[in-house]
């Protein structure tokens, strides 16, 4: 493994996940999750612990990258969107299982599938355009 460019891709998807994270759910999907959170189950907008946030995403940009390297072929992007869709997959059967037992609306776990999927295919991006040999 390459630790320089490792660290650099890794960073790299964190940040896009948390500029993502934000844009999609703070920004475009604010009304949603208003209607469609549970009371007391989410922290209310201003409530939210930002440093926690902010390590979640640089703690999955890291383990992303480190994934990614231990199985990275150089095959180009489409190597990128593989890997985040196969990221994505895996977090959507985890978000099935909080929906099993978190009362939340299937329609709001739907949405998180989604706008999460399209998160980590593009985190997925970041690590193959920049993890090059």
């Not at 593989?82 to 939340?104: E, N, S």
């Amino acid at each position: 493994m390459n630790t320089k460019k490792y660290l650099i891709a890794s960073v790299a998807a964190g940040i896009w996940i948390f500029f993502y994270g934000y844009l999609a759910n703070a920004v475009v999907l604010a009304d949603f999750w208003a209607a469609h959170t549970s009371q007391g189950l989410m922290r209310t907008p201003g409530e939210e612990i930002m440093w926690a946030i902010m390590l979640s995403c640089l703690l999955q940009g890291l383990a992303l990258g480190y994934i990614f390297t231990r199985g990275y072929e150089a095959t180009g992007i489409g190597e990128g969107v593989r890997f985040g869709f196969l990221i994505a997959w895996f977090v959507a059967a985890v978000y099935l299982l909080f929906y099993a037992l978190q009362p939340v609306p299937f329609v709001a776990t739907a949405v998180s599938m989604v706008t999460d999927g399209i998160m980590y295919v593009g985190a997925g991006i970041i690590l193959a355009s920049l993890y090059k040999r």
